[in-house]
């Protein structure tokens, strides 16, 4: 890419705002008319694999809030995404708490976690903050894992699936419409952040935290406000991916989890919302592709043993790809993509 | 008796891996979190060239795999992190990240998840040894505790007498201004990947010869990570006093409260000291607002 303004390339800057608003509205409404009649013809397999990539999005969407537009960096995210889940079961197992109290319950334990995570970030930047974040990850997980054996066993908790108003949520497709709706819900809250003063104190404070307090922004509040949401986001996502799963257990909220959702936000296109759902949906169905592929391959009975080490492995370097040869992301592709077609169609 | 020699020994293993950590940050200001991924790779390196007839003692065998480990990290700066000179540290961090996990698959694949020996394959014996009443070391952890002290001496002694050492100093103070002296940047990282990959593969090799080599090493390589920062990033004298306390507050805790604290133990330390006094006990505290 040159840095020169080509002319056509200037005259579809100039056309942008109108033929993009309309594109933009097109795509929406193509997105929804798939989204509504994707359960009509998916298998179960398939709307599982689609439940995956909605609570995915909405963890993606939280972090994006946090890292992609405050620019706070987090390697505790599968901390937060635990301690949802585990407040959830707690609830649930002790005090047979339902549906609509836990996922409160829930976001109500991120946003008090989300302080303490956020804490460090007033003193803290950059790999520091980092590295605190990951700390409190293995402190969360550690609690997870005592009380696991205060009960008694490393089972995990059980949990019985909820129900909304008298209807039990226990079929894919009535999954598939609760996931709809949150992450539209998630999608509309981290929208509404991104535009509001809040959001724009967080760019400052992204920019720069200098100029930010200069301008009258208090850093330190901004900070702990982006924290608050973006975790006590998580927290619920936590808490929905407890009661879809019916089961919680310490083991599934690895390091690996957090480095996949700061996957999801790279791969999909960092300080973008469009970036987080691109990210989840393409981190979710890595490891289906990968499987696919490999069945395809000779000697696919030799491999089945150790997927999950191709797993790592292919995982890793699309990441290291996208770092280091695209990194805004599949969203910046999409981006450079577009503009390239659109000049190619005005230039006679 | 048994505590304190337990301590040491913990405390070495942590030295060890936690050098590495302090060389590439001192030098690039990168946070390498595949440290214990490229131990991991030391340590399965020696279980392959161990297998290798040809070579014929072990000792032959173990100097191969440190060198193909030096390999490795000169290889992983030359080949991609190369790449990331000049982006933001964060993305540096993340790729470090990504290549982690990248290791992780790659070892499965290669040498397989099982547990592996390479101190039967080596034929090396592993006493234990009595040094004081009731109070017993494993050979391998005293030679352990001896590699640990020699290296510490061979890397101090470089810093500050070598003159790529001297480069590397004078690149971590200010890589533009050593440039312009004529210091060639790339091979300074270069080198300090090196040293790094192979400091830390020795430790690897180590632990591998004394209680066998699965992945779960990694996690031994994380927990050095809190030591390196408690003694400060930049601080090579640190890394061996925030080996000492993280090392021993881990085995205290362990042996009188629960084992399942291990694992968070050198966390908690972090976080306390993150609050305190972020850039550690020996480090400079201008390095923090460079970040």
Request: glycine share 10%.
């Amino acid at each position: 890419m040159s840095d020169q303004v080509h002319p056509t390339q200037l005259s579809t800057v100039m056309l942008q705002p109108a033929s993009r608003s309309a594109r933009t509205i097109f795509v929406s409404a193509l997105l929804a008319v798939a989204i509504i009649i994707f359960p009509f013809f998916a298998t179960p397999f398939h709307l599982d694999v689609a439940n995956q990539i909605l609570l995915a999005s909405i963890g993606a969407l939280s972090l994006m809030l946090l890292t992609g537009f405050a620019g706070q960096i987090s390697l505790g995210h599968a901390g937060l995404i635990a301690a949802g889940a585990f407040t959830a079961g707690i609830l649930s197992k002790e005090a047979g708490a339902p549906f609509w109290i836990g996922i409160p319950a829930a976001g109500a334990t991120g946003g008090l976690l989300g302080l303490i995570f956020g804490l460090p970030s007033l003193r803290l930047r950059g790999v520091y903050l980092a590295v605190s974040t990951l700390a409190l990850h293995f402190i969360v997980v550690y609690a997870g894992g005592e009380y696991e054996n205060l009960v008694g066993g490393s089972g995990g908790i059980l949990i019985p699936p909820p129900s909304l108003w008298g209807l039990k949520i226990n079929t894919g497709k009535a999954w598939y419409v609760l996931l709809v709706a949150g992450a539209i819900l998630a999608f509309l809250v981290t929208w509404n952040v991104v535009r509001s003063r809040t959001g724009r104190a967080f760019a400052a404070v992204h920019g720069r935290e200098t100029v930010a307090a200069a301008l009258g922004i208090n850093v330190a509040r901004t900070k702990l406000t982006a924290f608050v949401i973006s975790s006590s986001m998580t927290a619920i996502a936590g808490a929905l991916f407890a009661y879809y799963r019916g089961f919680v257990s310490i083991e599934a909220f690895s390091l690996y989890l957090s480095i996949q959702y700061i996957a999801m936000i790279i791969i999909g296109g960092i300080g973008t919302l469009p970036g987080a759902f691109l990210g989840a949906l393409f981190v979710t169905l890595l490891p289906y592709l990968i499987e696919t592929v490999v069945a395809h391959l000779p000697g696919a009975q030799a491999m089945a043993g150790s997927i999950f080490a191709v797993n790592y492995a292919a995982f890793g370097l699309v990441m290291i790809v996208f770092l280091v040869f695209e990194p805004s992301g599949l969203v910046g592709l999409w981006r450079r993509l577009e503009r390239r077609l659109l000049i190619g169609r005005q230039s006679p | 008796m048994q505590i304190v020699l337990n301590i040491l020994v913990l405390g070495s293993i942590y030295s060890l891996i936690s050098c590495g950590y302090v060389i590439i940050y001192k030098v690039s200001r990168v946070l390498n979190l595949a440290h214990g991924e490229l131990m991991m790779v030391g340590a399965y390196l020696l279980l392959t060239t161990a297998s290798a007839g040809w070579l014929g003692s072990p000792l032959a065998a173990i100097g191969l795999a440190l060198v193909l480990s030096l390999t490795v990290g000169i290889l992983v700066y030359v080949l991609l992190m190369r790449r990331m000179t000049g982006e933001s540290v964060l993305a540096a961090v993340l790729t470090t990240i990504a290549l982690g996990i990248l290791i992780r698959g790659a070892v499965v694949l290669l040498w397989s998840a099982q547990h592996h020996y390479p101190a039967t394959k080596l034929h090396i014996a592993n006493p234990s040894i009595e040094l004081f009443q009731n109070a017993k070391l494993s050979l391998i952890s005293l030679i352990l505790i001896g590699v640990t002290v020699a290296t510490y001496a061979a890397l101090f002694a470089f810093m500050r007498f070598g003159r790529w050492g001297l480069r590397m100093r004078a690149t971590g103070q200010n890589a533009l201004l050593a440039a312009q002296r004529g210091v060639n940047l790339h091979a300074v990282y270069a080198l300090a990947w090196g040293i790094s990959t192979f400091t830390g593969a020795v430790a690897g090799m180590l632990i591998a010869l004394d209680s066998g080599l699965d992945s779960t090493i990694v996690m031994i390589g994380l927990k050095a990570f809190p030591a390196a920062l408690v003694g400060g990033l930049d601080s090579l004298a640190g890394a061996i006093i925030g080996s000492i306390i993280i090392s021993a507050s881990e085995v205290i805790l362990i042996q009188h409260f629960n084992p399942l604290l291990s694992d968070a133990v050198p966390f908690l330390i972090l976080i306390a000291m993150l609050v305190i006094r972020p850039w550690g006990l020996f480090g400079t505290r201008e390095e923090l607002d460079r970040v």
